[in-house]
């Protein structure tokens, strides 16, 4: 029910599909068996969650251990390594459908996922570290500059691995670059993301008085 729920809410998002239905597919006989075994929807999210980021969860951790014994516990770039390679595990091969980077993207829109709360359970423990490492690193920007980083970094690579799960989904494999060299440019790119540096003024015009009143 778990891999079946997943499928339906990375292809039609989180509000797009009830319980009732999830538990119809999985071949249930009653269909209110999603509502039994999860309480809600968002119980339901959570536990597919819990199942895919547990393993996710430690090879992440094994990842930052490594790093920390060799001295690169606190480099950007292992810490953005430590983000993007146990995800990228999830990610399907040709004959090999996968639809949990979808989901993830869509459940990062539902509130209360563990999407959006890392240091409330312990399978998000190592994206815990990194986030709150990456912090550290971001410290000489303004609180909420740091904030739109990580939001903007996270967003970036869940959306590009979300997109080639799409892409390998729909049988378009044949245009994409190897697993290699895509995962070693989404490294490169998200690094320069969040490491840019700050501008000291506003990319944006002043808005004009009738602008203003809009």
């Excluded at 490492?133 to 500059?145: G, M, S």
């Excluded at 994409?176 to 490169?188: A, P, T």
């Amino acid at each position: 029910m778990i891999e079946v729920a997943e499928r339906l809410f990375a292809e039609r998002g989180i509000n797009g599909v009830s319980l009732r239905e999830i538990g119809a597919v999985a071949g249930q006989r009653n269909t209110a068996a999603a509502r039994y075994h999860f309480g809600t929807k968002q119980g339901l999210v959570d536990a597919i969650f819990e199942h895919r980021m547990t393993p996710i969860n430690a090879r992440r951790v094994a990842m930052l251990d490594e790093f920390d014994r060799d001295g690169r516990g606190y480099e950007l770039r292992a810490l953005t390594e430590a983000f993007v390679v146990p995800l990228s595990e999830m990610l399907c091969d040709v004959g090999r459908p996968s639809w949990y980077l979808r989901f993830c993207v869509n459940a990062a829109f539902s509130q209360g996922s563990t999407a959006n709360a890392l240091g409330r359970d312990d399978w998000t423990r190592g994206m815990h570290t990194v986030r709150l490492r990456v912090a550290e690193l971001l410290e000489h920007l303004a609180p909420d500059v740091r904030a739109d980083r990580w939001t903007l970094f996270a967003g970036y690579i869940a959306h590009a691995l979300a997109d080639r799960e799409l892409a390998v989904g729909q049988g378009r494999a044949a245009r994409l670059s190897s697993r290699d060299v895509f995962l070693g440019g989404l490294v490169d790119t998200a690094v320069a993301l969040v490491a840019a540096p700050q501008r000291k003024t506003s990319v944006l015009a002043p808005l004009s008085l009738h602008q203003q009143e809009i």
